[in-house]
């Protein structure tokens, strides 16, 4: 085990998510300026005044970039918040009770997980209308499955021990042994899982910006600020390029930290 | 024996979602038939035309056996059948994820089995940052990037589309796949333009799949590399190539076949943001069009569509396993 500060690969992944995490901390300073529009100042090129250029509407692009980190970052830290822990809930349960409720339990995972993702998060934020909240639902309620699977494993090990026997003689309920003794087991393995799966939520995340079901414009948000950039690909390209970049800057740094965080906490898993 | 049954009990739940989102969706269908001046009871007639006032389960069941009888609605957006549309925009998606397949198995497994091969040297730190792309860059942004500079800037690849807007509907269509139709009708100046223009888009969905390969072939070949049965090849002399075709990647075969099922199910997903961005007339174009007019219809037939596909890949990937992996069965 090597403490995750001395890995070149975590700190790399750090040093791409500071600034993007900074800029989600100063969004709300940057609101302002990121929806102020110039008529007379669209579509310029980078320059010592607008760093990232200006878009359609003569908005600075690098403000909408810092202040969108709040919206794509704050959709993906919702969507784990709400996914994991339902996960780990349920595979802890199912796990412990075992008989008929377990059953139950994995066979509706084992269907959820052979559905479509994307377009099922499309088709509900489709019918639930747009928005950010409405976005982190629809993700949330696709991303699920895989925490049950591996929690439920991690309970299988755990149920016959000695410490759980003990916990029954005393008298505790069922539902108090998943929830107080075995779900605390499995929350290692479902972080080392979430920081793995951060990568891919964001993705997801600014894919439904992209096509218009996030944060509804004028707020800026990276997937639509990047579909917005499409009208003017060929004359201003940094439109769509630089809050583009936020999220590979994203989806970089979450997948060298989640790595670095595998080789750490759980050294058993090869490294790949 | 269990996995059969997982099919029609996931097709059931995808049904039971589409309905539910049908419900959940703040639209009034009857708003459609009536429009939006007609009498509170003219509204309601036109709910029991529908079948609103039925009970809920009621509703499901019919909803039921008119999907299994191929009848998804009407798209209010194309005022033409739902399936028909999808018959139409199918073979374009098709088209693409087939070629993306092919670039993405023919770049990562390679890079995969020489990454695992050569462990710790330059080709598997290749191989982990071509995994490590796939992992961290959106499709729609890469997809538009690389129509900037290959189409805007350098001016080397055809513009987004299918085919140029001046060989539209000159090809005859027999199967959709204009790249087939266009070779059976002998016109050699349609296929090679399909040919263009398909390069793009699939060079994109393929990054990603190369990256799932990359990452999944290096994984079983290190495993199976490390095994004893490879040593046994080695001791008894057989030559290097041998070894790691003939021993180790056959028996990595079947998960290798499960992998293949999976790029195929994302390569459905990651086709919706891809057409959108290359202007690809395919099922992803046709959905992401029904989202911005809120037509439910046409959403939810594609969502249909694309999760029997998946539930279909995923069964047939299931009986590969079986057939290649004798332990399995």
């Known amino acids: ?192 899982r979430l920081s793995l799966d951060l990568a891919g939520i964001v993705l997801a995340a600014a894919g439904l910006g992209f096509l218009g079901l996030g944060a509804q414009p004028p707020a800026p948000e990276w997937g639509a600020m990047v579909a917005a950039g499409r009208t003017h690909l060929v004359d201003a390209p940094w439109i769509a390029g630089f809050p583009g970049l936020a999220i590979v800057m994203a989806g970089l740094g979450f997948s060298l930290l989640g790595d670095a965080l595998r080789d750490m906490l759980d050294p058993r898993q090869e490294r790949c | 024996m269990r996995r059969v049954l997982t099919f029609p009990l996931t097709l059931l739940a995808l049904l039971g979602c589409t309905f539910l989102f049908m419900k959940i969706a703040p639209i009034d269908p009857t708003l459609a038939v009536t429009g939006e001046k007609a009498s509170e009871a003219a509204r309601l007639a036109a709910a029991q035309t529908l079948g609103l006032d039925q009970p809920w389960p009621v509703q499901f069941a019919r909803h039921l056996g008119r999907v299994m009888t191929g009848d998804l609605g009407v798209s209010t957006l194309s005022g033409q059948d739902v399936l028909s549309d999808l018959a139409l925009a199918f073979p374009a998606t098709i088209e693409l994820a087939l070629a993306a397949t092919l670039i993405g198995f023919g770049i990562g497994l390679p890079l995969g089995v020489a990454g695992a091969y050569w462990r710790g040297r330059w080709p598997d730190h290749l191989a982990r940052l071509v995994a490590l792309l796939g992992h961290s860059v959106p499709v729609f942004w890469l997809g538009l990037m690389a129509l900037y500079i290959f189409y805007a800037a350098l001016g080397w690849m055809p513009g987004p589309g299918r085919i140029s807007f001046y060989l539209e509907g000159l090809a005859p269509r027999i199967s959709g796949f204009i790249l087939l139709d266009s070779l059976l009708a002998g016109r050699l100046d349609i296929a090679s333009d399909a040919l263009a223009h398909l390069v793009l888009p699939a060079l994109t969905l393929g990054l990603f799949t190369s990256a799932l390969f990359a990452r999944t072939s290096r994984a079983l070949m290190l495993d199976a590399l490390g095994q004893d049965f490879i040593l046994t090849a080695r001791a008894k002399g057989l030559s290097e190539g041998r070894v790691v075709f003939g021993h180790a990647l056959r028996a990595s075969a079947a998960p290798l076949a499960t992998t293949l099922a999976l790029a195929l199910c994302s390569l459905l997903e990651g086709s919706v943001l891809t057409e959108t961005v290359f202007s690809w007339p395919g099922l992803g174009s046709y959905m992401t069009g029904a989202l911005m007019a809120a037509d439910m219809a046409a959403i939810l037939g594609g969502t249909i569509l694309i999760g029997l596909v998946v539930a279909g890949l995923n069964l047939l990937a299931d009986m590969m396993q079986r057939r290649l992996d004798p332990r399995t069965a």
């Open chain 1, 1 to 192: 085990m090597k403490p995750l500060l001395r890995d070149p690969m975590a700190l790399l992944g750090l040093a791409l998510l500071t600034p993007l995490l900074l800029g989600a901390a100063l969004g709300p300073l940057m609101a302002d300026a990121a929806l102020e529009t110039h008529l007379e100042a669209r579509l310029l090129a980078p320059s010592a005044q607008h760093w990232f250029g200006t878009d359609a509407l003569g908005r600075d692009v690098l403000a909408r970039t810092l202040a969108g980190a709040a919206s794509t970052l704050g959709l993906a830290f919702l969507v784990a918040l709400l996914a994991a822990p339902l996960g780990l809930l349920l595979g802890a349960v199912a796990g412990t009770l075992g008989s008929w409720a377990e059953t139950i339990l994995m066979n509706v995972t084992d269907i959820a997980l052979a559905v479509p993702r994307l377009i099922l998060a499309l088709a509900l934020a489709a019918a639930l209308g747009p928005g950010l909240l409405n976005a982190a639902i629809a993700v949330a309620l696709t991303a699920w499955p895989p925490y049950v699977r591996q929690a439920r494993a991690e309970t299988l090990s755990a149920r016959k021990a000695d410490f759980i026997a003990a916990a029954r003689l005393c008298g505790a309920s069922e539902l108090r042994i998943a929830l107080v003794h075995i779900a605390p087991l499995g929350l290692s393995s479902m972080l080392v």
